[in-house]
């Protein structure tokens, strides 16, 4: 059944699923934990040499084993990739800087471009990439690298290295907050291009004129066809913010304001990446299964954790772990509505229903095993590494059922 929903149209799937539930699909959802509504980012701590490298510490580079152009990476070769990071002595403290996204950037572990991977050959998931940060998020400036090519810096979601032509510095603090505490905007609801008059380019400064769903961007009225004008933020030559550039987004592709957190909003934006590649830790622009579901989220105003691990800790989630066995699982899940998350312990999904009997997931893929298989399940797995339907009757390498393996989930309410 699988194969069906996948190579259907996605608005024939995404209606399949919507009239498969009696579900109220325009209900306002009440999300219990508040904290996720438009967080703040803060750095309230001293900053010197030990408070970066205890942090440093924490991702645990000595304790991973990586490769490197189809080479193992020994420890002194890890050691000089860290030698690179520029850590003051334990007791020389850090002046902070702010700056503002302008590009979408990758934050990785260490400052480089370089990819170290878990295996001699597959190339595509860069251990050290931990995530993707969106055009116009506020960063918080900690570190400079030896080759003055890369900021360690914190942002929301995570804090880690990007190149420094992805970052806009704006001189103070207080120009930073005011800056963010920006009431008008509107929110990109499909990755888009923003159209920009070529006669408004300026020469000198850096931008991006690629957005994600999940953007949020200034916004400063509607041109005459009702299409939204934004603030596309550039970076200087000097390395400060430029707000000189007014660009277009299509409104089919943005909204003023959030979009109602309702199930059928949930479900459009879920198959509105159909046909997306999969990407880990936010690969050069795409998605893995966290930040699929994070960008969705975000726009409601929502801002989930980065990872799948602190994501089903909020205040919502529901901890079903010690419940053994297909039948009292799915029990369990019958509380389930269209648009609720689930996670199997190392990947997250979205909750489509039920059919025939079986529970149906919507879910940024890497890799599963079919339902047919009877054994060396490990040896049996499908590379996909995009979006995908799939029950939770398929299995994991250790032959378990997905459904078996369920560990908790999140029933909006």
């Given amino acids: 059944m699988e194969a069906t929903f996948n190579n259907m149209n996605p608005n024939d799937a995404l209606e399949f699923w919507i009239n498969n539930s009696d579900c109220d699909w325009d209900k306002t959802l009440t999300i219990k934990d508040e904290e996720l509504l438009n967080p703040v980012l803060t750095m309230d701590e001293r900053i010197d040499g030990k408070w970066l490298r205890d942090w440093m510490a924490l991702i645990g580079l000595d304790e991973r084993e990586f490769y490197l152009d189809g080479k193992r990476v020994t420890p002194k070769l890890l050691e000089q990739y860290k030698s690179y990071r520029n850590v003051p002595p334990d007791d020389v403290e850090v002046t902070l800087r702010y700056g503002v996204v302008v590009s979408g950037a990758a934050f990785t572990d260490l400052p480089t471009e370089d990819i170290f991977t878990d295996s001699e050959l597959d190339v595509r998931y860069n251990e050290l990439q931990e995530t993707f940060v969106k055009v116009n998020s506020p960063v918080i400036i900690l570190l400079e690298d030896t080759t003055h ?106 909204i003023i304001g959030y979009l109602p957190a309702t199930r059928r909003n949930i479900l459009q934006l879920a198959f509105s990446v159909w046909g997306d590649e999969y990407g880990w830790g936010g690969r050069d622009g795409l998605r893995d299964c966290s930040s699929y579901i994070r960008d969705i989220f975000l726009c409601f105003g929502y801002t989930l954790p980065r990872n799948r691990s602190f994501q089903m800790r909020i205040k919502d989630g529901t901890n079903i772990e010690q419940i053994q066995g297909y039948d009292n699982k799915k029990k369990a899940l019958s509380v389930l509505e269209p648009g609720d998350i689930l996670d199997i312990g190392g990947h997250v999904m979205i909750y489509l229903g039920e059919y025939k009997g079986k529970t149906y997931i919507i879910s940024m893929l890497s890799n599963y095993v079919p339902e047919d298989v009877t054994s060396d399940y490990d040896k049996s797995a499908v590379k996909l590494a995009k979006l995908y339907i799939n029950s939770l009757d398929v299995y994991r390498k250790n032959g378990n059922t997905w459904m078996e393996e369920i560990k908790s989930y999140i029933h909006w309410g």
């Fill in 149 to 254: 090519r890369y900021y360690y810096v914190k942002s929301i979601e995570f804090t880690g290295w990007t190149k420094q032509s992805n970052i806009a510095i704006i001189d103070d603090k207080s120009t930073w907050d005011s800056y963010f505490d920006n009431d008008s905007f509107i929110m990109v609801t499909n990755d888009c291009d923003i159209a920009i008059d070529s006669s408004a380019a300026i020469e000198g400064i850096f931008y991006s004129t690629k957005t994600f769903m999940g953007t949020k961007l200034h916004f400063q009225g509607k041109d005459e066809k009702g299409n939204y004008k934004v603030c596309v933020p550039a970076r200087n030559e000097d390395g400060t913010l430029s707000c000189d550039i007014t660009g277009i987004i299509d409104s089919s592709n943005a």
